[in-house]
């Protein structure tokens, strides 16, 4: 419930005091907007020090501004300019070698299915670093925490919302 209110548990619990949330219980959730940013986005910046996603318009407008995971203990975030290759709904994930597939109904033996507690989350969206991506998250709660795997971290709902809005070619910086 929390996640398709784009909330966190403790906030969904904190605006209903004693709610049981069984079927039919009527109870307070927050107003996620629009899931469309309203434009293309032109450029992306990440940014490691303040763990945050920033997407821009084409005229050089901040579109959106995201928390997020940078880098992990695995694979610590890299620095320069990449590009988006690929946006992939629905990944595959290979549990014993990390990487992600371009989703499908086939999978390979070690590979978990697509879904929002897939370690990469519903959305991976492909940089021309080799093994980088921008991708959600299984665990709300964990945006913004360190991680062992993933190169960019963002909520399922928000890396969903970028996804919609980038395309192949477009820059994303790391500073």
């Not at 619990?13 to 469309?36: H, I, K, Y």
């Not at 032109?42 to 997407?55: S, W």
């Not at 998250?137 to 928000?158: E, F, I, Q, S």
Request: aromatic residues 6%; contains cysteine.
């Amino acid at each position: 419930l929390a996640e398709s209110f784009h909330m966190d548990v403790a906030l969904l619990q904190a605006l209903n005091p004693g709610a049981r949330f069984t079927p039919g219980e009527t109870v307070l959730v927050a107003d996620r907007g629009s899931d469309d940013l309203g434009a293309d986005i032109d450029r992306v910046e990440v940014d490691h020090a303040t763990g945050r996603v920033k997407a821009f318009g084409a005229d050089g407008t901040l579109r959106a501004a995201y928390p997020a995971t940078v880098g992990s203990a695995r694979t610590p975030a890299p620095q320069g300019v990449f590009a988006v290759e690929e946006v992939a709904a629905q990944p595959n994930y290979d549990v014993q070698t990390g990487e992600v597939s371009l989703g499908g109904t086939t999978r390979k033996p070690g590979e978990m299915a697509a879904g929002p507690n897939s370690p990469v989350g519903v959305v991976w969206i492909a940089l021309s670093l080799k093994g980088c991506g921008i991708q959600g998250a299984p665990d709300p709660a964990a945006v913004g925490k360190p991680a062992m795997r993933g190169c960019v971290r963002l909520t399922n709902w928000d890396a969903r919302e970028l996804a919609r809005a980038v395309k192949p070619g477009v820059p994303v910086a790391f500073r």
